[in-house]
């Protein structure tokens, strides 16, 4: 608590742990490229350096706040600072900015350099051009371009626990890679694409699939067919103006038909498949005495997590696929009947995903059916935006329009998978007896809703506390797996998001998402869940029909994996 | 694939330390003094033993110059190249060693395994420099040609 003055005028302060914080309330958007309010404080870009009453300069992201301190934070002296450290920067640094996917709104570096008028470089790169890491299904990494703020590293470890990156040798030998200088793929990366989020360069970026989208529009004798997951409708928006968070589902599906797609589904409909899947099967455990706790299966760096790091806790792994899964796999049946392909087109499924991770899960051996892949492309939002750029369409002019039958709709609960709790939110609603309005907000209110990354609560079930615990975050997961493991927690349910606060903030997203418009992305699912009729997904008709038709004897088959 | 006993050392040298992230440099130490190089194999073993992700491990060990995945030779000539050394010409005595051995700038260990030729910053021997240390062991006032002579005094120790 106290006052200090910023640039000649007084701030008052609160709790903000560092001086940057309080220059940026004030209005003052200091320049950083290492500084991430989610991540430790690592000090190492020195862009937010400020000077003092008496000259002295320090990097505002490391000082604490104290009462009366006087500050300056665009001096003569500080303007040269940092215009040359981002000189450096840039001379260390691949220029081939016409043709990095980062150029234009998400490079940090890019537009630095713009604000801070840098028009020439004056000194030469001297640094050695080494290979790009294409092993990833999911991201690329481009050493070249990487300016060792060490956000992915830090990333890596703080939010996600895993450590797959870190530094190597020191001064200019110093370079972020794997251990040994591994292939991404040799190391326990689990794809969440957390570390393409927090790069300010194009060092790391999502791997993308997009021109395999166009051949397969631009090919007659294909079936072009989309799934779009809950998280990417509340997202798209953000590159046109549209308010942070506002759903925009009906005009993405009017460009995706635009661009060709043959059928436009939700994967909002298919979330209501896991439901009913999961919850079959989370009872089937409860009351034969199966493996518990229940782990969840929809995220897929999770699953995989759990496959690398846990391997004793596999088999509590939900045989459910994910809604990805499940849906592609529905789909592609639903046109092996000749009935719906009379032409006898084959059918490449598509799907628009929040993540990076569901490039991997596609890849994985178990997601094939009758030996074919049941989600040929995936794309992330962040590519989508790219696509309809790409086409040209004047987003804000687009008509909303609505998905295609059978599999385009989906009830609230299977909206609301996009944001962490949302799954069990989903759940309790299926466990639940009646549909009032009551008991869907005595849901809500039971402790499954909040950003908070480890969720404890209990909900009364036949008898039973049925023990839930909701986790969003690797590194939350594996304080909570430790804890399972040693015998010091029990659940009977266990949700984990791999992303912080859900899907909604998954690698594929627009990335440079502030505090409000990730507060905004949850609202907007929960919008879209208010201002669904149907809010439990057995009573989606569409999900009733396919029990009682496709599903009748093939729900194992398209709707369950095998083992991990 | 290491030969077994190398995890037994590995071993035994954390429970001297204790499997606490802060034993991770002594480890490395201990490791790199048993064995004349850090193998890397026991870099991952000791990582997951005192639970620090492999990543950072690497991070540290190829921070400090002292650590080395290559196995070493039997005698470790350390060429000094502080102000003192450089200014009274270390690095002719260093090429000198280089070429008589055929190292370059990437192999610093005969194939043979008898001898690693490595710069280091300062041995705080000024006074008698150019310095250099075989197996540290000091060895003043060095020229090329006097290295020429101590390589094969060294050979001399082989037969």
């Known amino acids: 608590m106290g006052y200090m003055t910023i640039d000649g005028r007084k701030v008052e302060f609160t709790d903000e742990k560092n001086v940057l914080s309080v220059i940026r309330k004030a209005g003052i958007n200091i320049p950083t490229l290492c500084y991430h309010s989610e991540l430790s404080t690592f000090g190492a870009c020195r862009l937010c350096t400020v000077e003092d009453n008496r000259g002295k300069t320090f990097a505002s992201c490391s000082e604490e706040p104290r009462d009366g301190m006087v500050i ?45 008028g840098i028009q020439e470089v004056r000194f030469e790169n001297t640094r ?12 690329v990494r481009d050493p070249n371009k990487c300016i060792l703020c060490g956000n992915c590293v830090r990333a890596c470890e703080e939010l996600q626990g895993i450590g797959a990156l870190g530094f190597a040798y020191r001064g200019t030998e110093a370079m972020v890679m794997p251990e040994f200088d591994k292939k991404i793929n040799e190391t326990l990366c689990v794809n969440c694409g957390q570390c393409r989020v927090f790069c300010p360069t194009g060092a790391i970026s999502i791997r993308t699939n997009i021109d395999e989208v166009w051949d397969a529009l631009a090919d007659p004798n294909v079936r072009v067919v989309a799934q779009i997951a809950p998280a990417v409708r509340v997202a798209v928006g953000d590159n046109y103006g549209v308010p942070k968070g506002r759903s925009v589902m009906g005009k993405i599906v009017n460009a995706l038909h635009r661009m060709g797609f043959d059928e436009v589904y939700d994967t909002t409909f298919s979330a209501d498949l896991t439901i009913m899947e999961e919850t079959a099967e989370f009872l089937d455990r409860v009351q034969n005495g199966g493996k518990l706790p229940l782990l969840t299966s929809c995220c897929p760096a999770w699953v995989k997590f759990v496959t690398d790091q846990f391997q004793d806790f596999v088999p509590n792994i939900s045989t459910c696929r994910s809604p990805q899964g499940m849906l592609s796999a529905v789909i592609k049946e639903h046109f092996r009947d000749p009935a719906n392909n009379p032409d006898g087109r084959k059918t490449v499924v598509v799907s628009f995903m929040p993540c990076t991770a569901k490039k991997m899960e596609a890849e994985r051996p178990n997601s094939y059916t009758k030996g074919e892949k049941d989600t040929d492309i995936v794309i992330t939002t962040t590519e989508l935006i790219r696509m309809i750029d790409n086409n040209g369409y004047d987003f804000g002019m687009l008509e909303p329009e609505a998905c295609d039958t059978p599999f385009g709709l989906g009830s609230g609960g299977g909206v609301i998978f996009g944001v962490t709790g949302g799954v069990t939110e989903a759940v309790l609603r299926r466990l639940s007896p009646d549909h009032t309005k009551a008991s869907m907000e005595s849901i809500a209110e039971s402790g499954v809703r909040g950003m908070d990354g480890i969720k404890e609560f209990s909900v009364p079930y036949n008898g039973i506390d049925v023990k839930i615990c909701v986790v969003n975050g690797l590194a939350n997961a594996r304080a909570v797996m430790d804890k399972v493991r040693a015998g010091e927690a029990e659940y009977h349910l266990i949700e984990v998001m791999a992303c912080r606060r859900g899907c909604i903030m998954g690698g594929g997203q627009p990335a440079g998402a502030g505090d409000r418009t990730k507060a905004a992305r949850a609202q907007g699912l929960y919008n879209a869940d208010n201002t669904t009729i149907i809010k439990k997904s057995d009573e989606n008709p569409l999900v009733i029909d396919l029990y009682n038709g496709m599903l009748k004897d093939k729900a194992h088959e398209l709707l369950h994996v095998e083992g991990y | 694939m290491l030969d077994q006993s190398y995890y037994n050392k590995a071993d035994e040298i954390i429970e001297g330390y204790g499997r606490k992230a802060a034993s991770l440099i002594p480890i490395m130490q201990d490791i790199q003094a048993e064995y004349r190089y850090l193998p890397g194999e026991l870099l991952t073993y000791v990582a997951k033993q005192i639970g620090v992700k492999e990543a950072k491990a690497f991070s540290v060990a190829t921070f400090y110059e002292n650590f080395s995945f290559e196995p070493k030779g039997k005698f470790i000539i350390k060429v000094c190249d502080g102000t003192a050394c450089h200014v009274r010409k270390s690095m002719p005595v260093k090429e000198a060693l280089m070429k008589e051995l ?12 008898m001898f690693t030729v490595e710069t280091v910053s300062c041995l705080g021997a000024c006074g008698l420099a150019p310095t250099l240390t075989v197996n540290d062991e000091v060895h003043p006032k060095m020229t090329p040609e006097k290295a020429i002579d101590l390589l094969s005094e060294l050979r001399g120790e082989k037969v």
């Open chain 1, 72 to 116: 300056y934070t665009n001096t003569g002296k500080l303007k040269k600072y940092r215009k040359m450290i981002v000189e450096l920067l840039l001379a260390a640094h691949c220029r081939d900015c016409t043709t990095c996917v980062e150029s234009g709104v998400t490079c940090v570096l890019q537009s630095l350099a713009l604000r801070m």
């Open chain 1, 128 to 139: 050695e051009i080494r290979p790009l890491d294409m092993t990833s299904p999911s991201i």
């Open chain 2, 102 to 113: 055929g190292l370059t700038h990437k192999q610093h260990t005969t194939d043979d395994m």
